[in-house]
């Protein structure tokens, strides 16, 4: 089965640039999105189609994919954004998701 | 803007089956490019895909999970449903809903806030 991977935790000082990987075999080949989860809260849409950003997500947010890696970038990362964040693709009909990534923000 | 709400019963005893209903308002489930999906949270731990389902009937599952799942939909209701079988304190997590927007590309768009459903004797 296809998997994604993401480190378990990044951390990043407020206002620098903070990035996530997703790593999956020929991922690039794939549409990745990208999901921030605050505690308590539903999933939220940040990043679709490699490096779209929803209506009403920041433009702080980006995204990109290549090769084998998918990438989530926050510019000026602010303390509002820390989270976990979770990369998922399609394989065939079949969704997957990375194992997630807790941004620590300090 | 579409909103889901997913509903039943919030413990559930071992060997016996989780039934869940997502409420779709804001729009018809019938219109548009859409699947409907279920996906779930164990505490402390990832999102776990379970399956999507199509206006038309047409559905797609986990592989792991696909012996136990069934994903229905009632368009008269607004409605979809997601029924596990012979559960275990496994199956124990917050289970969400989610609309999946299927033009250009196919992504979750919107969510549902979730229902944690335990199993437990």
């Known amino acids: 089965s296809y998997e994604l991977t993401q480190p378990p935790s990044v951390s990043v000082s407020p206002g620098q640039t903070a990035s996530i990987s997703c790593s999956g075999d020929k991922l690039g080949n794939k549409y990745a999105c990208w999901f921030q989860q605050k505690p308590g809260q539903s999933p939220v849409l940040v990043i679709y189609?490699?490096?779209k950003r929803p209506s009403g997500i920041p433009e702080r947010f980006s995204g990109s994919n290549s090769g084998n890696t998918a990438t989530l970038t926050i510019s000026g990362t602010q303390a509002m954004d820390e989270a976990d964040y979770y990369c998922?693709?399609?394989?065939?009909?079949?969704?997957?998701f990375g194992g997630g990534t807790k941004l620590t923000v300090l | 803007q579409v909103q889901l709400q997913e509903s039943g019963p919030g413990l559930v005893k071992p060997s016996q089956t989780l039934s869940l209903t997502c409420t779709v308002s804001g729009g018809s489930i019938s219109s548009g490019s859409y699947y409907w999906s279920w996906i779930r949270q164990p505490a402390g731990k990832g999102l776990e895909w379970i399956g999507r389902?199509?206006?038309?009937?047409?559905?797609n599952y986990n592989p792991s999970l696909k012996s136990r799942v069934t994903i229905s939909v009632d368009t008269s209701k607004n409605q979809f449903s997601l029924k596990l079988y012979s559960v275990t304190a496994a199956d124990t997590a917050v289970y969400y809903c989610?609309?999946?927007?299927?033009?250009?590309?196919?992504?979750?768009?919107?969510w549902g806030q979730g229902t944690l459903v335990t199993v437990s004797s």
């Open positions: 989610a609309r999946i927007s299927s033009t250009v590309t196919t992504f979750f768009d919107y």
């Open positions: 389902i199509y206006t038309s009937g047409s559905t």
């Open positions: 998922q693709a399609w394989d065939s009909s079949t969704a997957v």
């Open positions: 189609q490699d490096n």
